[in-house]
């Protein structure tokens, strides 16, 4: 469960007090951020709006290792 809040400035913070790892992608429109707590995985898409990245992930360079999927 998060809690989320709202600052005087109009900002938000959530808080995820069951909090237990996170992870940070890059993808072609931005970055997307994935944290999982005691209650599931919360998805963030942080997407740019006037770009895309000029060239491609090191994901999308490197063929994938058959079996490392």
Known sequence: MSLEKSTPKGDSLTEFPTYLKHWEEARPWGWE??????????????????????????EEKEPALKGYN
């Open 33 to 58: 951020i994935r944290i999982l707590t005691e209650d599931g995985l919360h998805i963030f898409h942080c997407k740019w709006k006037d770009y895309r990245r000029s060239g491609l992930l090191k």
